[in-house]
């Protein structure tokens, strides 16, 4: 399956206006991106079924809603066994204070961004489930002290 799809200029505007503010009509994307509102509609069905577009969220302030501890973590696995890390894996998906989770190439097996009340939910996560899990060998947390960047919007 190819991975990309070719799109052109109108595509291409209409893709950053829709990372800019999803709620837009499409009168009002029409006009932002000099196409007819017919023609963005036919282009946001194309790009969805493309799998381009996914899911339409709106994004929460994680400080006004309590969670504005952001911790990287970093995990070494014991076993690279692939049962043993589909289970891990799994353990991931069902934690809610896991945001993003990357399996990686180098020294350690994931990186993941840990999203939580305070220091004390992080210490509770951390030790009560993380490294509980049978397959966790090894962590290293790093706090975030500021958000300097912070975007969902892909350069298209």
């Given at each position: 399956?190819?991975?990309?799809?070719?799109l052109?200029?109108?595509d291409?505007?209409?893709?950053?206006?829709?990372?800019?503010?999803?709620?837009?009509?499409?009168?009002?994307?029409?006009?932002?991106i000099?196409?007819?509102?017919?023609?963005?509609?036919?282009?946001?069905?194309a790009l969805?079924?493309?799998?381009?577009?996914?899911?339409?969220?709106?994004?929460?302030?994680?400080?006004?809603?309590?969670?504005?501890?952001?911790?990287?973590?970093?995990?070494?696995?014991?076993?690279?066994?692939?049962?043993?890390?589909?289970?891990?894996?799994?353990?991931?998906?069902?934690r809610?204070?896991?945001?993003?989770?990357?399996?990686?190439?180098?020294?350690?097996?994931?990186?993941?961004?840990?999203?939580?009340?305070d220091?004390a939910?992080y210490?509770?996560?951390?030790?009560?489930?993380?490294?509980n899990?049978?397959?966790?060998?090894?962590?290293?947390s790093?706090?975030?002290?500021?958000?300097?960047?912070?975007t969902?919007?892909?350069?298209?």
């Amino acid at each position: 399956m190819k991975e990309s799809i070719d799109l052109d200029d109108v595509d291409r505007r209409l893709l950053r206006a829709l990372q800019e503010d999803a709620s837009l009509s499409h009168a009002a994307l029409a006009e932002k991106i000099g196409a007819s509102p017919a023609s963005c509609w036919r282009r946001i069905r194309a790009l969805e079924q493309a799998q381009i577009l996914r899911a339409s969220v709106r994004l929460v302030d994680p400080l006004r809603v309590g969670r504005g501890v952001s911790v990287m973590l970093q995990v070494r696995l014991k076993s690279h066994e692939m049962a043993l890390r589909q289970a891990f894996e799994a353990f991931l998906q069902s934690r809610s204070e896991i945001m993003e989770c990357h399996s990686m190439s180098g020294e350690w097996d994931y990186l993941m961004r840990i999203v939580v009340a305070d220091v004390a939910g992080y210490e509770r996560f951390l030790m009560r489930e993380l490294l509980n899990h049978p397959n966790v060998a090894s962590s290293a947390s790093h706090f975030a002290l500021n958000q300097v960047k912070y975007t969902t919007a892909l350069p298209v």
